[in-house]
């Protein structure tokens, strides 16, 4: 049985982000300080009581910069947490390891970058150096192949679903419907007022068979940051505290990064297993008590295994889970009430943990009715992460 | 529409027409049906159907003794090195007045084989061809040209053996429609453009393999047990003493990805890219090479195949890095059926298995001079190009040849031909790859007769397209009966 002492001990207090957009007109490191700003805003905390950073090994922002500009005086925890978009819920799990073993007293958590007018993901992947490390090494497998970008991984495993499981393109583009349509009623996010049908998504390009267009999440600038800090604390704050039921990270065996393709079978997410055995042993809780959840959709077709490894419907099932509108208002499990990273923006997944807040909150702009438990995890097909956040 | 003839003054179509319905003099074959020539069009189209080749088996078969492969009705008649075109021949006679009115192109566009019985060895084919039709002048892909269809008949004795159509274009050059932009394939990219594969001390026996044109599997040489990608220490048994295999280079298609964006130098789009599983159980991805991504198929078998993509010296500079070889995989050509498919064991809609045929220039050399064909851009690179074309291209009875190979290799050795009917289109040049697909469309349970439509592809598009009829046995004992 895992027992995660910080877990029900710590709680989030503070989400702030910037506006997202395609142009932010700023550097990447005035966007993670102005969304500090606002999550300490939110939380009522002046920015001296700060003394713990935690971010990911991608972020381009050092945390000496960020501190300085907010005028923090001394940091006694900062961590990094590396695998991209598999970061976000790891950022806040060794928040609240930092703040329940009293190394810390708040932390923030952040995530900033102009990744659509900077430096774009989905540009690929193309020349590594000679003599490469072995994190660099790893690419000689694929990109001489011309397998360069995060989407062209994905639609590898995205043919293996659709051959063992049935999965259609159709199944796949419920998920982006279900994004947008909630996309649509949020003023923050991209696709606000966009919606979209089934048939965009059947007639958009495609991008890497089988995936279409539709299927891709965005290119987006902007910052999203998180404080976390004991439950104790966080009830002197302006906020009601949001408390970390569970966070845990996984990752599992014959791990690649995105690239997991020399596995025996390439239809589950073991790392995400790895995670979902955690929340469920450390909360005490299990898929249906969970009202909603943020379930990590940089493209569409892994939405469908992490629904199968936390157990809300069986192996090869998902397909036949989300029809009908059950991943939409009213549905069964809402997914991705704020529009997803699809609909709203990609915050390499941070977007999506203040979206399990304002959902637990009783905030958001597609509130879910009685919301006690919400799931929300971190990026596919790379080591992860995930959260159950609750009520006090 | 019809063009005025220069020299005399009446439409060129109607002087042609005027040949329609005329028959030439019977013209004997220079020699008999012989296994000598049967063997040498089964080596070089790569048929091994033993009825063709092997007495003791075909003389237990259905034929019951040795037979001529159908597709070579209409080779025995031809008048090998020394082609004259004969004025009695009113298709020579067409032909020469085409010619001399400009269109001095000429294509072989449709052959339809129809057969009566099969030839055995030492039968002596007497044939006979009768123009059928001139059509009006047409503008067509390659050019403006007139369409000339005949029938050609072939008997032993008084027995009608079979009939074949054939319809030749005659055009003129530099009158071809212009491809547009998308149908033009554009230059081949160069791969040196791609990606260079990051190399260190981990992966370095790999890409050293690669260069040997060696595909290597890591191997712990303490235990056996193999990885891919490959690890400095055995899991299993601990041991940091590494090596490797060489694979056979078999394998499968475990899965499959199509980028289409971005697109990035050295690569064609829409790029196939396999997950292959090597019969060695490991898999490797890799690119999918000699077929088009309407073939990819989970599962589909592969071989190993290799592209020097980096050359050891770039821009005239040695480049330190040395250089690249990459894996690629091609289908793999399916094992003949030896045994002979049963009509209620087919239905309509059963896909044949996809066949690549590598098209090397002995194939289409070879090809031609099996078929007796000596016209010279079959065969002579030098004047093909004077003629225009980028190379030797293949003749019709080689792509004939190697349809009915596709097909029976499927159908199996006892499968009895009716008819073979082909549409040419894009020539096969050498270095290209023609893809042969196909599929039923019929069955008659009654009297097994079947349909199939087959396809050959290859990088400029549709070389052939057409169908085969056939007779399968309608049950177990019906093959007995014709015993
Ligand atoms: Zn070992």
Redesign the pocket.
């Known amino acids: 049985m895992t027992a995660h002492r910080y877990a029900g001990a710590t709680a989030i207090a503070g989400i702030g982000a910037t506006e997202f957009s395609k142009r932010s007109g700023r550097s990447e490191l005035q966007l993670a300080v102005e969304a500090c700003t606002a999550a300490l805003d939110d939380a009522g905390l002046e920015p001296h009581r700060v003394n713990g950073l935690s971010t990911f090994t991608m972020e381009t922002n050092p945390e000496n910069e960020v501190m300085r500009s907010l005028g923090i005086p001394e940091l006694t925890h900062f961590s990094r947490i590396h695998f991209g978009g598999g970061a976000p819920c790891g950022t806040v799990q060794f928040a609240a390891m930092a703040v329940n073993e009293g190394v810390a007293d708040y932390v923030l958590c952040y995530r900033a970058f102009n990744e659509r007018s900077g430096r774009r993901f989905g540009a690929g992947v193309q020349e590594r150096p000679a003599g490469a490390t072995a994190e660099e090494a790893q690419f000689a497998w694929t990109s001489p192949y011309g397998l360069l970008t995060p989407a062209s991984w994905v639609a590898m495993f995205a043919t293996r679903l659709m051959h063992e499981y049935g999965v259609t393109s159709e199944d796949f583009g419920r998920v982006a419907v279900a994004d947008r349509r909630h996309a649509a009623t949020n003023p923050a996010a991209h696709f606000y007022g966009a919606p979209i049908t089934l048939e965009d998504h059947q007639e958009s390009r495609f991008i890497v068979e089988p995936l279409h267009l539709l299927d891709c999440c965005q290119e987006t600038d902007g910052g999203q940051a998180l404080l976390v800090t004991t439950l104790e604390r966080a009830r002197d704050l302006r906020q009601a505290p949001v408390v970390v039921e569970a966070a845990a990270q996984g990752m599992a065996d014959d791990q690649q990064m995105m690239r997991s393709f020399f596995r025996d079978s390439l239809v589950g997410l073991p790392e995400m297993g790895v995670c979902a055995r955690q929340m469920w042993e450390t909360s005490g809780l299990g898929p249906d008590d969970i009202q909603t959840a943020v379930i990590y959709d940089h493209f569409t077709p892994f939405v469908l295994p992490q629904l199968e490894e936390f157990g809300f419907c069986g192996r090869g099932e998902a397909k036949d889970f989300i029809t009908g509108g059950a991943i939409e208002i009213g549905g069964r499990l809402p997914l991705n009430t704020h529009g997803g990273q699809l609909g709203e923006a990609y915050l390499h997944g941070m977007n999506g943990i203040a979206e399990g807040v304002r959902q637990v909150r009783g905030t958001s702009v597609n509130q879910v009715g009685g919301v006690d438990h919400v799931l929300v995890t971190a990026g596919t097909g790379v080591p992860t992460s995930a959260l159950v956040l609750g009520r006090e | 529409m019809t063009t005025t003839g220069s020299e005399t003054g009446a439409p060129i179509t109607d002087r042609v027409r005027e040949l329609v319905g005329r028959s030439s003099p019977f013209n004997t074959a220079r020699d008999a049906v012989n296994e000598a020539m049967i063997r040498h069009w089964c080596d070089i189209i790569d048929d091994a159907n033993p009825v063709y080749t092997d007495a003791s088996t075909a003389s237990a078969s259905v034929f019951g003794g040795i037979v001529a492969p159908p597709a070579m009705l209409d080779v025995w008649d031809k008048p090998g090195l020394h082609l004259t075109r004969d004025p009695s021949n009113p298709q020579s006679a067409a032909l020469n007045l085409l010619d001399a009115a400009g269109f001095t192109s000429t294509v072989a566009v449709n052959s339809e084989l129809e057969f009566a019985r099969y030839l055995r060895p030492g039968e002596w084919l007497h044939s006979t061809l009768t123009l059928e039709e001139v059509s009006d002048e047409k503008q067509t892909g390659l050019g403006t040209g007139h369409f000339v269809t005949s029938r050609l008949s072939y008997s032993v004795g008084d027995e009608l053996v079979g009939t074949v159509l054939f319809r030749v274009l005659k055009f003129r050059p530099g009158t071809g429609r212009a491809r547009s932009a998308a149908e033009k394939p554009g230059p081949d990219p160069d791969p040196a453009l791609r990606p260079r594969p990051a190399i260190n001390r981990d992966n370095q026996y790999f890409w050293d393999g690669a260069r040997a044109h060696e595909l290597r599997i890591q191997r ?1 040489n ?4 193999q990885y891919f990608p490959p690890m400095p220490r ?1 899991r ?2 601990g ?1 940091l003493s590494m090596g490797y295999r060489v694979a056979s280079g078999r394998g499968s298609l475990y899965s499959f990805a199509v980028p289409h964006y971005p697109q990035v130098n050295g690569f064609r789009y829409p790029v196939l890219v396999g997950l292959v599983e090597l019969e060695e159980g490991t898999r490797l991805v890799s690119n999918v090479v000699g077929c088009r991504r309407e073939h990819l198929r989970v599962g589909m078998p592969l071989e190993l195949c290799w592209l020097d993509s980096h050359p050891a010296s770039a821009d005239g500079a040695v480049d330190s890095r040395g250089a690249i070889s990459l894996p690629q995989f091609r289908p793999a050509r399916a094992a003949r059926h030896t045994e002979t498919r049963r009509a209620d064991a087919v239905a309509p809609g059963d896909e044949l298995p996809l066949c690549p045929i590598p098209l090397t220039t002995t194939l289409i050399a070879g090809g031609a001079l099996a078929t007796l064909d000596y016209f010279d851009a079959h065969h002579d690179r030098d004047m093909a190009q004077q003629r225009g074309s980028k190379d030797v291209f293949m003749n019709i009875h080689t792509t004939l040849g190697l349809c009915e190979r596709y097909v029976s290799d499927w159908a199996g050795p006892e499968a009895w031909w009716r008819a073979l009917r082909v549409r040419l289109g894009a020539p096969n040049y050498p270095g290209d790859t023609m893809t042969m697909t196909g599929s039923v469309t019929a069955v008659d349970q009654g009297s097994g007769e079947a349909t199939i439509v087959f396809r050959g592809t290859n990088g400029l598009g549709d070389h052939v397209s057409g169908t085969a009829e056939l007779t399968l046995p309608a049950s177990e004992r019906s093959i007995g009966a014709a015993r």
């Open positions: 712990c303490e235990c056996g047990e055995c299993r048994c041991s």
